[in-house]
């Protein structure tokens, strides 16, 4: 069964509203989670790291105002697309390292599919 | 910084016939290097890592890589395609830090 779980699996939202995403680690603490964006037809873009307790470090070029990350406790992150946009819509995926299984394990969640109308 | 490059964003093979996909990465510690595959309209599902132990690691599917150092490279083959294989295919390099993606290959199979 799935160690990291996203909700919503989908979500649509009118234009200029804010949509929250979360990512849950189910098996274990995850220290370090990642949220990362992908287009249609595209490849899976890193738009930051998120480690528990501290704040999220960003990728160039993504706006920390706009996509907010919190990763409050060992098993949640979330990010929040603040004022969204139409070109925001996109798949957003999350993932989480294991910082107890082999080899750095990294779970990832099944994605959110966000529309923004 | 690491990264990763896959070699032609669409590969089209007959089924039954190779599939070899390549990948070729830059890091400037031991890399751990993963393949992903994704159908459409879903998620991302492993289909085999490398973490230093052996250098031809087995995944799902069928599917296999090896890791060679010298010539930073992991591409991933399987001996005989099938219909089912057809997806899109993603490896990634991961240090301590991140975990980067390549632009992908397109995988057809042709009956």
């Known amino acids: 069964g799935a160690v990291v779980s996203q909700h919503p699996s989908w979500v649509i939202c009118k234009s200029g509203t804010s949509v929250k995403i979360e990512c849950r680690s189910l098996d274990f603490q995850a220290t370090t989670m990642f949220w990362y964006r992908q287009f249609p037809k595209q490849s899976l873009m890193l738009m930051a790291t998120s480690n528990e307790g501290s704040k999220a470090t960003y990728e160039q070029g993504v706006e920390k105002d706009k996509f907010l990350i919190n990763h409050a406790s060992l098993t949640l992150s979330t990010l929040t697309v603040t004022s969204a946009h139409p070109e925001d819509s996109s798949f957003y995926i999350c993932?989480?390292?294991?910082?107890?299984?082999?080899?750095?394990?990294?779970?990832f969640g099944e994605g959110s599919w966000l529309t923004v109308v | 910084a690491q990264s990763v490059t896959q070699l032609g964003s669409h590969v089209s093979v007959s089924e039954g016939a190779l599939v070899l996909l390549r990948c070729n990465y830059s890091?400037?510690?031991?890399?751990?290097l993963f393949w992903y595959v994704q159908y459409p309209n879903q998620g991302l599902q492993l289909l085999l890592k490398y973490t230093s132990a052996a250098t031809l690691v087995k995944g799902i599917n069928g599917f296999e890589a090896e890791f060679k150092k010298s010539e930073t490279s992991f591409h991933l083959t399987k001996p005989s395609a099938h219909m089912s294989d057809a997806a899109e295919y993603f490896c990634?390099?991961?240090?301590?830090?991140?975990?980067?993606f390549g632009a992908g290959t397109r995988l057809t199979v042709k009956p």
């Open positions: 890091s400037s510690v031991p890399p751990y």
């Open positions: 993932s989480a390292r294991d910082p107890g299984g082999p080899g750095n394990t990294i779970y």
């Open positions: 990634a390099v991961s240090d301590v830090e991140d975990m980067r």
